[in-house]
Each structure stands twice: as C-alpha cells, then as structure tokens.
C-alpha cells in the first residue's frame, strides 16, 4: 500500500491493458478461472440461503425453491453449475501447474480448450440428469 | 542503528507479513475442495428435485452434516483468500482497500456461521 513516490499529476506510463492482446484460450481461462471465482462468492451466499431455508421447515424451502424455479433461478442456478465445473477442472490445471507439469505452452493451449469443453459438458450433463429424471436418487 | 535480531530479519517478510503464507493456504483448502466438491456435486444432484423432508433426513445424518460443513468452511476459507487476490490486483487506494480486505473476512465469518447454525438446526429437529 506504498503511495507512489512520484510527484503527483504526472502521467506515468502503462503496461498494455487486455484489450491491446490477440485473444489466446490461455488468458480466457486465465480471466474465467478469476470469473468464475467470483461468480461462486455468490454461490457461497446461495449455499447459506439454501441451508437456511430446509432448516425453517416446509415452508421455508418452498420460498427457495420458488425464486429457484423462476426462469432466472435455473439461469443463475446452470450459472454456478458451470462456474464450479470450470474453478474446478482448471483449478486442476493450476495445481499440475504449481507441481511443474503441463507448463509447455501448447499443453497449456490444449489443456486450457480441454477445461473449457469438459467444464460445459459437466455442467449440461449435470442439468440433462435433472431434467431426465435421472437425479434425485438420494431419495 | 536497527534495533531488529537476526532472526527478526529472517523472518521479517516486508510489508505482507506472511511471506508463502497466503499462497499456500489457497493450495491447500484447493487440493481439500477437489473430492469435497465432488461429493457436494454427488449431493446437489442426489437432492435435486426431491423434497425438504429427504433433504432434512440427509444432511442431518452426522456423516453428510460434517461433509457439508466441512465443504462450507473450506470453500468460503477459500474464496476469502480469493476475493483477497482481486482486491489487491485492482484496488489501490489505501482506505477502500483495507475496507473491502475487511469486508470479505466479515461476510466469510458470517457465510460460514449461518451455513453452521442451519445445519445444527437441520440436525436437532
């Protein structure tokens, strides 16, 4: 938290900012992975709320489940579907990394399209599973 | 004249405090998320479409009680560390910072204390 040294009112120079960058499936998943982390601070809240409202009763979780069942709720609901399938296949991906595997830059490119594909295919099985009925088995 | 030992300097890590401290707490509430998460997702889908009173009779079982609040405790540790990296990238004026740094602790204690209170509450009834 130093304060800057300089005088101040004089213009100091820049790094180039994201939009002076070719866009590379990297730095998407770069940015996504901070996205996503973000998107899943709300997902935290979500999870408290969701909690709260089995433990007041019947009542209570019908409250939830109706904001859950709007149109927006199974939008926001695929939302963190998606975002946790991504934080945690490219989360993977950083741990390789923080152990010196798949560091190579065309690994990282093919890695960095893989945790993309894979993170959408999870998070659609997930809702396919639901909608087919074939979630639900705790039942 | 410094008035600091040694082992103050060795330890003295500048004006973080905590050295690799940070770095390696993130790592490890992550490599402890990968089969929480997982069993969050088996539980989500398990759960989903049924009813209260099977959601009830699930999470007050002891097992998936200490399951869930571990998985509470360890994701919101870890999303605190998190929003932590995003508030020190972006926001530099001292007095915001130090608010919002704050903040996040704040709504991380109190996520995971109404997430504690309701499963107790879920168990007890």
């Not at chain 1, 945690?88 to 065309?106: E, I, P, Q, S, T």
């Not at chain 1, 690994?107 to 399209?113: P, Q, S, V």
């Not at chain 2, 398990?46 to 209260?52: D, H, P, R, S």
Request: net charge positive; with cysteine.
């Amino acid at each position: 938290m130093a304060d800057n040294p300089q005088k101040p009112g004089r213009a100091r120079p820049l790094s180039p900012h994201l939009t002076i960058w070719r866009w590379q499936v990297t730095m998407l998943a770069s940015i996504m992975h901070r996205a996503t982390g973000m998107a899943l601070s709300a997902g935290a809240v979500v999870l408290a709320w969701w909690l709260v409202s089995i433990s007041n009763g019947p009542e209570g979780y019908d409250s939830f489940m109706a904001y859950a069942a709007m149109p927006l709720g199974v939008i926001v609901l695929f939302g963190f579907t998606w975002s946790l399938a991504f934080h945690f296949c490219n989360g993977v991906r950083h741990l390789a990394w923080d152990l010196g595997y798949g560091f190579d830059k065309h690994i990282a490119t093919r890695t960095g399209f893989l945790v993309l594909a894979l993170s959408f295919l999870i998070a659609i099985a997930c809702f396919a599973l639901v909608w087919t009925g074939h979630a639900g088995y705790l039942q | 004249m410094n008035s600091q030992t040694p082992l103050h300097k060795v330890q003295g890590m500048g004006a973080s405090h905590s050295g690799t401290g940070h770095f390696w707490r993130e790592r490890v509430t992550a490599v402890a998320l990968l089969p929480l998460s997982l069993w969050f997702g088996f539980v989500m889908l398990g759960l989903a479409g049924t009813n209260e009173v099977t959601m009830v009779q699930y999470l007050a079982s002891p097992w998936n009680a200490l399951l869930m609040a571990a998985f509470a405790v360890t994701s919101v540790y870890h999303m605190s560390l998190g929003l932590q990296v995003v508030i020190d990238d972006y926001v530099h004026a001292a007095g915001t910072k130090v608010f919002l740094l704050v903040l996040v602790r704040a709504a991380a204690i109190a996520i995971v204390a109404v997430c504690l209170f309701a499963l107790i509450r879920i168990a007890s009834v």
